[in-house]
């Protein structure tokens, strides 16, 4: 067998580390009537007001609201980030709750929402989202940044709107006074809210915040995928990146710290090698 999943490439690749990034080579499937969905442990963050998220996404199937990820308490879902398109409108949106004192925070039984003033409602189209959380910063709008195929968009709000200055995040918290904290891909933790479509590249970085241009760039006027460099990410402990090449381990972790997800309801056809996001292999 040769190409991509042959025998050569696992042995050659896999066996110095991290594989060559070659182009975006997989998505996953991710099917809301199967409840597919990946999940995993976080571990201690190295910055719980600060995080970065891309991500490459295409739908299957507009409405119903499907969510693609979720940062939440392992033992309810109350205290949690979610990442999800509308259902009445199909907009991106990040929306969190805050409730009986999340993280230490000081507004306790707080919502939260900032999302696209546009709807995704494509079914053909491969996008990249990028979004930036970094709470730190003093002006509120600043707070979360959104992106997609490399622009900035235009945001409205709802509920609290923007996290408060210094809110920890569920999305990076780890373990946090004895209460662990989960990531879930494709799926509403931990409702019964789950994407229909595929995902690629997904890449976490707790800590840092990156443009776009980090992990795509404008390649004669379409938004394409680049080679991300992992050698010069810093992931920080928290950090994934999943690239799908394994189709017996989707929920593999190549950002080197070993941050693996659980895979459920996903089997080998879930992998998918072609009808890739657009991409450029050097």
Do not use: C
């Not at 991500?55 to 990820?69: D, E, H, I, L, V």
């Amino acid at each position: 067998m040769s190409g991509f999943l042959g025998t050569n490439y696992f042995t050659n690749s896999f066996a110095a580390g991290i594989p060559d990034w070659g182009g975006i080579e997989a998505v996953a499937r991710f099917d809301s009537a199967d409840t597919s969905e990946m999940t995993r442990d976080q571990v201690t963050a190295d910055n719980q007001d600060k995080w970065t998220l891309s991500w490459w996404f295409k739908r299957a199937s507009t409405g119903a609201g499907p969510n693609m990820f979720t940062g939440n308490k392992a033992t309810e879902g109350h205290n949690a980030d979610h990442i999800f398109f509308h259902t009445g409108d199909d907009t991106l949106r990040w929306e969190a709750q805050d409730y009986n004192g999340n993280l230490g925070t000081d507004n306790p039984n707080t919502s939260y929402s900032v999302y696209h003033n546009s709807g995704y409602t494509s079914t053909t189209t491969w996008y990249h989202a990028v979004l930036q959380y970094d709470s730190t910063q003093g002006t509120s709008s600043n707070r979360i940044k959104w992106f997609v195929d490399g622009s900035e968009v235009t945001k409205s709000t709802r509920y609290s709107g923007y996290p408060g200055q210094n809110r920890s995040s569920p999305m990076n918290a780890g373990v946090v006074s004895s209460e662990a904290y989960k990531t879930h891909v494709g799926h509403q933790g931990p409702y019964s809210n789950n994407f229909n479509g595929r995902l690629a590249e997904i890449i976490f970085i707790d800590g840092t915040i990156y443009a776009p241009t980090q992990f795509a760039r404008d390649n004669g006027g379409t938004w394409t995928a680049k080679n991300p460099d992992v050698d010069n990410l810093t992931f920080g402990a928290n950090g994934h990146y999943l690239r799908f090449l394994e189709n017996d381990n989707l929920g593999r972790d190549y950002s080197g710290n070993d941050n693996d997800f659980t895979v459920s309801n996903m089997g080998t056809d879930h992998q998918e090698t072609s009808n890739l996001p657009p991409t450029d292999s050097s």
